[in-house]
């Protein structure tokens, strides 16, 4: 099969040129001939772009297929540009076993519109009392090399000393869900002005910090990958920074909710705005943005936490925390980063392919547009916009906080190994 995508700009540098897709990889970038009976792409000088991929999703099955789906999360994955997601364990049952982890592989690929690779659980059932089996995940069908407790801290600094140690003969990461439970219990949003003017138990930033801070000297003791998840305050960007500079193997995401909203939203107590971590200050955004630019935070990752309507749209202390985010994740960056000029567009691939697909062991995913590579792209129409609608993106649920908000960036096609995944709005 032969795809050929004319007038593309790759990386939204220099005049735009013809890409030759042939056999799932890009064959020649240039001046080509198009082959008989291949397919053609008028990009009109859109932006081409690595596929993205996404360390954080929650496509809920197996469980709660009322919320989402295998089938409907790569769907929404598909036509935000990701051409590989990793789907977090906290599923029911738990992904804490090779036979869990490879049924979420092979779903995965039945559906074919996203490479989903599933993340296995640190510890058995997600109860922080011992590690589940690492070693038989990791030699699975699935192949697992990232393991997370998401949605739930692995707080015995023991069990995660031992789960460091064990996952460096397995070459996989550690992903840290940071919130030392003590200082959270009854907690509903950021410990600051806005929380006590509102009346919420208050979110301490220090319960992030605290954990970051002792996993990652875990980290550099024991030589091991340390991946943070969801980095959501200012302070954590300097404890990343010192790590890093010391040498820890240590990777971290920042939401893009984190990097637009903040707690001004709690104003409308509506709990669409209701997420673990919770949204902080300005002072935060604008921390987590800068730091990302600069490389202390490696990469976007999403957190898309699909919710029906029964757990969402209830008083603000019952709703469960979580929004969804695969299909605005680019606008949001381009609204924060590109707009701004703290990014351009090489910037946005960094952040969005190369680094987590890097950080994830993905060896086909995040790879330069240049011909001999995988053809797992994206192509962005840079100058369009358009209005979020819950109800009208792929998800089951629709508990996006972005509702009626115009926008920019759209993505007008996503190439899985040269097969079209999607197009124009539509799965194909």
């Not at 039945?110 to 510890?123: I, K, M, Q």
């Not at 957190?303 to 469960?320: I, M, S, V």
């Not at 695969?326 to 691939?349: C, F, H, I, N, P």
């Not at 962005?380 to 916009?385: G, S, T």
Request: some cysteine; aromatic content about 4%; glycine content about 10%.
């Amino acid at each position: 099969m032969s795809i050929v995508i004319k007038g593309a700009r790759p990386y939204g540098e220099g005049e735009p040129v013809d890409v030759l897709v042939e056999d799932g990889v890009i064959a020649a970038i240039g001046e080509v001939s198009v082959p008989e009976g291949a397919e053609v792409l008028d990009a009109k000088g859109q932006v081409l772009l690595p596929g993205f991929v996404d360390l954080h999703t929650h496509l809920r099955e197996p469980g709660r297929e009322d919320t989402e789906t295998i089938d409907t999360g790569s769907a929404a994955a598909a036509l935000g540009g990701y051409t590989a997601v990793f789907a977090m364990a906290n599923t029911n049952p738990v992904a804490d076993n090779a036979l869990v982890t490879d049924h979420v592989w092979r779903r995965g690929q039945e559906v074919g519109l996203v490479d989903v690779h599933p993340v296995g659980a640190v510890t058995v059932g997600l109860k922080g009392e011992k590690l589940a089996e690492l070693g038989t995940m990791a030699k699975g069908t699935a192949a697992v090399r990232v393991f997370s407790d998401d949605g739930v801290c692995v707080a015995d600094p023991l069990l995660m000393r031992r789960a460091l140690e064990y996952s460096t003969a397995l070459d996989a990461v550690i992903a840290q869900h940071a919130e030392e439970p003590r200082l959270t219990v009854g907690a509903q949003a950021h410990e600051g002005e806005q929380a006590s003017r509102l009346g919420y138990a208050g979110w301490p930033a220090s319960a992030e910090e605290s954990i970051v801070a002792r996993d990652c000297l875990l980290a550099l003791h024991a030589n091991a990958r340390l991946h943070v998840c969801h980095v959501s305050t200012a302070g954590t960007v300097d404890v990343l920074r010192w790590a890093k500079e010391r040498g820890t193997k240590v990777s971290a995401e920042v939401t893009p909710h984190h990097l637009l909203l903040t707690d001004d939203r709690l104003e409308t107590y509506d709990p669409v705005n209701k997420v673990n971590p919770p949204l902080r200050t300005g002072g935060d955004a604008e921390k987590l943005r800068a730091a990302l630019a600069e490389g202390v935070v490696d990469c976007v990752a999403t957190d898309h936490a699909p919710h029906a309507p029964q757990d969402k749209d209830t008083e603000w202390a019952a709703a469960r925390p979580g929004m969804l985010g695969l299909q605005t994740a680019l606008s949001v960056v381009v609204e924060t980063m590109v707009k701004t000029g703290l990014l351009d567009w090489r910037g946005v691939a960094r952040v969005m392919s190369e680094r987590p697909a890097q950080v994830g062991n993905l060896a086909g995913h995040g790879r330069p547009i240049e011909a001999g590579e995988p053809a797992n792209l994206t192509l962005v129409d840079p100058d369009a916009e358009w209005t979020v609608r819950g109800a009208e993106l792929a998800s089951i649920a629709a508990n996006t906080p972005y509702e009626g908000m115009r926008l920019p960036g759209v993505v007008t096609a996503t190439l899985l190994r040269g097969r079209i995944t999607a197009r124009e709005g539509k799965i194909c």
